[in-house]
C-alpha cells in the first residue's frame, strides 16, 4: 500500500477579525477606559464616561 497523501490543504484564510467594538455598541469609557455599551454611556461634553464614572446616581 502506498499512502499518497495529497497535502494540499493549504490555509487560505484571510483570519480578518479587526471588528471595533464600536461596531458593537460598546464605546470605551474616556475615565477608565472600561468597554461600556452606548446604552449606558453617559456623554460629558466631549467625554463618553461609564455610569460609575459619571458620578453613578443612586
Ligand atoms: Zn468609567
Redesign the pocket.
Known amino acids: 500500500m502506498s499512502s499518497a497523501r495529497a497535502g494540499a490543504n493549504s490555509t487560505a484564510f484571510a483570519v480578518e477579525r479587526d471588528w471595533l467594538p464600536e461596531v458593537m455598541g460598546f464605546v470605551p469609557?474616556t475615565?477608565?477606559g472600561?468597554l461600556?455599551a452606548r446604552a449606558y454611556l453617559r456623554v460629558l461634553g466631549e467625554r463618553h464616561?461609564?455610569i460609575?464614572?459619571s458620578g453613578y446616581e443612586r
Open positions: 469609557c475615565a477608565c472600561e461600556t464616561v461609564c460609575p464614572c
